[in-house]
């Protein structure tokens, strides 16, 4: 069966610091793989969608980054944290039996900056 | 991609059947209607997803009329653990991607 793993999951962090959160997926190749931001109380923002290794398609521009360094590991990171990058963000899958319209979500990592 | 607009909130008591409306007039020939669930602190669960008139499944059935730009999500006799943030998305099949809306919040009360 498929897995997906997101780490940490919470993570508090000063305004200006650098940010790495790490997703992995198992059981499934060649996926595609998301990342989405959701500010408290608010729905989902797609942020980054990959399609393959290498293969990054930004969605709004910020001062965030993403990379997919191999098949079912997707990074995103940030060089400068600002307070607005406050929120939880979820990594998700894609490309199962039932094709791309079903999404699997990890659990998620909860970011606060101060 | 069409957008889509459905009620900010609903509330409801267990036992009763609840219909969420989305409207999606701009829907493409080659667009599918699918729906997912949300609970607090955790991401969207796919529920059901449909191209037209009515799918069905163990959790919810999807009712998508004939013109396709709206679609009602019912389920039937709620309880407290469906208290949950509903989502209605449009797009292709098999779409490198999809957009969720704010949702739909549905409280359901003893």
């Known amino acids: 069966s498929q897995t997906i793993h997101q780490w940490p999951a919470t993570l508090v962090q000063p305004v200006g610091s650098p940010l790495s959160l790490e997703c992995t997926v198992e059981?499934?190749?060649?996926?595609?793989l998301y990342w989405y931001r959701q500010a408290a109380g608010r729905g989902l923002q797609l942020l980054f969608y990959?399609?393959?290794?290498?293969?990054i398609s930004s969605e709004v521009p910020q001062n965030l980054s993403a990379s997919r360094p191999q098949d079912r590991q997707f990074i995103l990171s940030s060089k400068k944290l600002l307070l607005s990058d406050s929120g939880f963000y979820l990594c998700?899958?894609?490309?199962?039996?039932?094709?791309?319209?079903?999404?699997?979500f990890g659990p998620g990592t909860r970011l606060t900056v101060l | 991609l069409a957008k889509t607009t459905q009620p900010i909130s609903m509330d409801s008591y267990e036992g009763q059947e609840v219909n969420i409306t989305c409207s999606h007039n701009n829907i493409a020939t080659n667009d599918y209607i699918t729906w997912y669930q949300q609970f607090p602190s955790q991401g969207p669960r796919f529920i059901i997803q449909g191209y037209k008139t009515k799918v069905t499944n163990e959790v919810a059935s999807l009712f998508i009329p004939a013109d396709r730009k709206s679609s009602t999500l019912s389920l039937p006799r709620v309880s407290l653990s469906d208290t949950a943030v509903y989502y209605c998305?449009?797009?292709?099949?098999?779409?490198?991607?999809?957009?969720f809306g704010t949702g739909t919040r549905l409280q359901v009360f003893p």
């Open positions: 059981g499934t190749s060649n996926p595609n």
């Open positions: 998305l449009v797009g292709a099949y098999n779409t490198d991607k999809l957009i």
């Open positions: 998700a899958w894609s490309g199962g039996s039932r094709g791309h319209n079903e999404q699997f």
């Open positions: 990959s399609v393959g290794i290498g293969q």
